[in-house]
C-alpha cells in the first residue's frame, strides 16, 4: 500500500480545515488537547486525523489508532466518517469503541491477571441495578450511604482494597459491597464502574500489559472528553501516561451533561496538564447557518462569557422563521398542529421525515404515547429511539457492530443496485479478518457474492413475515461465521452480551417484517427511514438533524432548568446545536408555564409564536 508523505497529505471527503484544525492534526510530537464548541468539526478532525496518521505511515503498519467515545452511537458515527475516508487496507487499523466497551474488553482478555478475589469468572453479568434492587443491597451490606454515594465511593477507591489507606468504615462498607456483587447470588455482578476499576488494577500492576497496549496502539483520541469521570482519567493515566502513546482529546466544555455521573469538572486542564498537551481552540461552526450560530452564541454565552464567537460555514437554505417558540393553548391543540405542521413539510418534500428531530428532555416512552394517535392520523411514523427492543434499546441497536455487519448484506441482497451498501459489506467482512494481506479483498468479495445469492433466493422465495426474521438471521450469521462475528468483537465475546443483541436484531426485523409489504420496506422501517426520530437530549450527543423541534420547553417539563444549573443549560445548548437549519421548541399552557429567563435569554431572535407553527412558504411561491 502506497504511503502519502505528510507534506502532500490532503483532507479526505471535504475541502478544507481551518488553520487551527491543522496544527491539531499535525501535531504529532505532543499530546493535543482541542476544545471547540458546537458543530465544529471536531470529530470531523479526529476523523481526518485518524486517516492522516495511517496513510501517511506517522501510524506504521500493523499499528492501530484506537478513538475512545462515550456513547455507542458517537462511536459508530466517528467509525463510519473513517470508513468513508479511508482505503479498505487502512480502515481494519481504526478503532472506535465506547470507553465502556474499551474497558470491558480489557477484562474480558486479561481478567485472569488480577489478583484474587477480584479475578471475576468469565460468565459475569453486567449490572444495571434498579432502585429497588439496589436499596436491598444497601440494607444488606449495612450501608447508611446512598446508591450513588456508595457507586461514588467506588468509583473513587483503587483496587486491590487491601492497599489503599481508607478509612475503617469505607473499607468495612467497600469489601462487603464487592463480596456481595462476586458472591451474593449465583453469578458475579459487576457495574461498569466496577469494571473501570478492576482494569485499571490489572494494567497498573502488569506492565506487560501496559506495554502490549501501548505498542498497539500508539495514537489514541479521546471523543467528548468534557464527559470523562475520574476514575475514567485515572484509568488512561495508568494505561498512557507516562508514554510514547500521543493522545488527541477533543470537547466542549458547554456540551458537559454528564456531571452527575461524575463527569470532571475542569477535565481539559487537568489532562493537559498531565499529559503535557497543547492547547487548541476551533472557531468555525459547519454545521448551522449564521442565523441560528447567532442564537447559539448567545446560549454560550451565558454559560461561559469568554466564549469567541463561532464563524458559521454552513449556508442557510429554508424560508422563514429558522427558530421560535411555538406556545400552545392546551396539549390537545400542541400534539395536532404539531402533526399537521410536520405532515406538510415533510409532503412538501423540503425536508426528510428522518432529517427532522423530536428532543425530549426526559420520558420519551410517555411523550410517544401523547403524540402517537395526531401522528397515525397524519399518516407520520414516529420512531421512538429509547424504546427497548428485547433488551438493548432501539438506538443502541442500530449501533452494534452486529447490525452495522447484517444490514449491509441484507441491503445488497434486497436489491441488485445497491453499490453503497455492496462496498460497506464487504468492508466490513473483511474488517472480520483481523489480517490484511493483498488476498482478502478477493476472498471476501466472492464470499460476500455467495452470501448474497442464498439471501436474495431467501428473499424470492418468501414474503416478508415475522416468524421468518430468525431464519433469516440464521442464513446470515452462519453463512459469515458465528465464530468469527464474536471474536472480531470483544463485546460478544461473552455468550450472554452476544444473545441480546442477536435476539434485539430478531425482534426489530421480525416487527419490521410483520408490517411491511416487500423487502425493501422492510429494510428501511429498520433504518429508520421516512420516520421521525424521537429521542431525549442526552442521546442526541454529537447528532445533527436539518430540523430539530424541542417538545415541552416550559417549567414542568424542564423544572431543572435554571440559570445557575450549568448542568441544564448545556442541555439546552445540546439541543440547540443539533440543528442545522431549524430550531424550535414547544411550550403549552396546560403543561406548565415558560420559562420567562429563557426567552428573555433568547430575546427577539426566538420569537413566541401563539398557537404554534407558521407554515412556511417557500419565495418562488412552490
Ligand atoms: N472542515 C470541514 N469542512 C466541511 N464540513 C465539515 C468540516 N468539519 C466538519 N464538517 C461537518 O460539520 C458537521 C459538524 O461536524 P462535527 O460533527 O465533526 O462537529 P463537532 O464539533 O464534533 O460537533 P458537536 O460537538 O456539536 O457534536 C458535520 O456534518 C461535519 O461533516
Redesign the pocket.
Known amino acids: 500500500m502506497t504511503l502519502v508523505r505528510p507534506q502532500d497529505w490532503r483532507?479526505q471527503g471535504?475541502?478544507?480545515?481551518?488553520d487551527r484544525?491543522w496544527e491539531a492534526l499535525r501535531e504529532t510530537d505532543q499530546c493535543v488537547c482541542v476544545t471547540?464548541?458546537?458543530?465544529?468539526?471536531?470529530?470531523?478532525?479526529l476523523a481526518q486525523k485518524a486517516t492522516y496518521l495511517l496513510q501517511t505511515g506517522i501510524c506504521p503498519a500493523p499499528k492501530k489508532v484506537l478513538a475512545i467515545s462515550f456513547k455507542r452511537d458517537a462511536a459508530a458515527a466517528l467509525s463510519a466518517?473513517v470508513r468513508l475516508r479511508l482505503p479498505r487496507a487502512h480502515s481494519y487499523r481504526f478503532v472506535s469503541m465506547t470507553f465502556d466497551a474499551w474497558t470491558k474488553g480489557l477484562l474480558d482478555q486479561f481478567r485472569r491477571a488480577l489478583p484474587s478475589p477480584y479475578a471475576p469468572d468469565a460468565d459475569y453479568d453486567i449490572s444495571f441495578p434498579t432502585r429497588d434492587i439496589a436499596n436491598a443491597q444497601l440494607a444488606r451490606i449495612g450501608s447508611s450511604l446512598t446508591a450513588k454515594q456508595l457507586e461514588d465511593l467506588v468509583a473513587a477507591t483503587k483496587l486491590p482494597l487491601e492497599g489503599q489507606d481508607l478509612p475503617r468504615g469505607s473499607r468495612a462498607l467497600l469489601e462487603a459491597y464487592w463480596q456481595d456483587q462476586y458472591e451474593g447470588r449465583e453469578t458475579t455482578l459487576l457495574t461498569f464502574t466496577m469494571i473501570n476499576r478492576l482494569a485499571e488494577c490489572m494494567l497498573r500492576q502488569h506492565a506487560g500489559i501496559r506495554a502490549a497496549l501501548r505498542a498497539t496502539y500508539p495514537f489514541v483520541f479521546l471523543d467528548?472528553f468534557q464527559d470523562t469521570t475520574s476514575a475514567q482519567f485515572e484509568l488512561v493515566g495508568t494505561a498512557f501516561c507516562p508514554s510514547t502513546t500521543h493522545i488527541t482529546t477533543?470537547g466542549?466544555d458547554k456540551?458537559r451533561i454528564m456531571g452527575w455521573a461524575g463527569a470532571m469538572p475542569n477535565g481539559f486542564q487537568t489532562f493537559s496538564e498531565a499529559f503535557h498537551a497543547r492547547r487548541v481552540s476551533?472557531l468555525?461552526n459547519?454545521?448551522s447557518h449564521a442565523d441560528l450560530v447567532a442564537i447559539q452564541h448567545l446560549v454560550a454565552a451565558h454559560i461561559d462569557p469568554g466564549v469567541e464567537r463561532a464563524e458559521a460555514?454552513?449556508t442557510r437554505s429554508v424560508d422563514g422563521q429558522v427558530s421560535a417558540i411555538w406556545v400552545f393553548r392546551n396539549r390537545q391543540a400542541e400534539v395536532d398542529r404539531l402533526a399537521s405542521w410536520l405532515a406538510t413539510e415533510i409532503r412538501s418534500g423540503r425536508v426528510e421525515a428522518h432529517d427532522i428531530v423530536l428532543l425530549v428532555r426526559l420520558h420519551a416512552d410517555r411523550v410517544e404515547a401523547e403524540l402517537q394517535p395526531a401522528f397515525e392520523a397524519e399518516g407520520i411514523v414516529l420512531r421512538n429511539l429509547a424504546r427497548s427492543v428485547g433488551e438493548v434499546t432501539l438506538q443502541d441497536l442500530l449501533t452494534e457492530e452486529l447490525t452495522t455487519l447484517l444490514l449491509p448484506l441484507l441491503r445488497a441482497s434486497a436489491s441488485t443496485r445497491a453499490p453503497e451498501a455492496w462496498s460497506t459489506a464487504v468492508e466490513r467482512m473483511t474488517a472480520l479478518r483481523f489480517v490484511h494481506d493483498d488476498d482478502v479483498p478477493r476472498r471476501v468479495m466472492r464470499d460476500v457474492e455467495t452470501l448474497t445469492i442464498s439471501v436474495r433466493r431467501f428473499m424470492a422465495e418468501t414474503s416478508p413475515k415475522e416468524a421468518l426474521a430468525e431464519s433469516l438471521v440464521s442464513l446470515l450469521v452462519e453463512g459469515i461465521g458465528e465464530d468469527l462475528i464474536r471474536q472480531s468483537t470483544s463485546a460478544y465475546q461473552r455468550g450472554a452480551d452476544y444473545g441480546r443483541i442477536r435476539d434485539g436484531f430478531v425482534s426489530l426485523l421480525g416487527e419490521c417484517m410483520s408490517a411491511s409489504r416487500d423487502w425493501q420496506e422492510v429494510l428501511d422501517r429498520f433504518e429508520g427511514k421516512g420516520q421521525v426520530p424521537l429521542m431525549t437530549i442526552h442521546k442526541s450527543?454529537?447528532?445533527?438533524f436539518h430540523t430539530v423541534v424541542f417538545f415541552g420547553l416550559d417549567g414542568q417539563s424542564w423544572w431543572s432548568l435554571k440559570p445557575m444549573n450549568t448542568e441544564e443549560m448545556n442541555s439546552f445548548f445540546v439541543a440547540l446545536?443539533?440543528a442545522e437549519q431549524r430550531a424550535f421548541f414547544t411550550c403549552c399552557a396546560e403543561r406548565g408555564r415558560p420559562i420567562g429567563w429563557v426567552e428573555e435569554l433568547l430575546g427577539d431572535a426566538v420569537p413566541r409564536v401563539i398557537g404554534g407553527p407558521v407554515d412556511t412558504i417557500p419565495r418562488d411561491g412552490a
Open positions: 483532507p471535504i475541502a478544507s480545515l481551518e484544525a471547540a464548541g458546537a458543530g465544529s468539526g471536531k470529530t470531523e478532525l466518517r467528548e477533543v466542549d456540551q476551533l468555525a459547519w454545521r460555514k454552513r450527543k454529537g447528532m445533527e446545536t443539533r
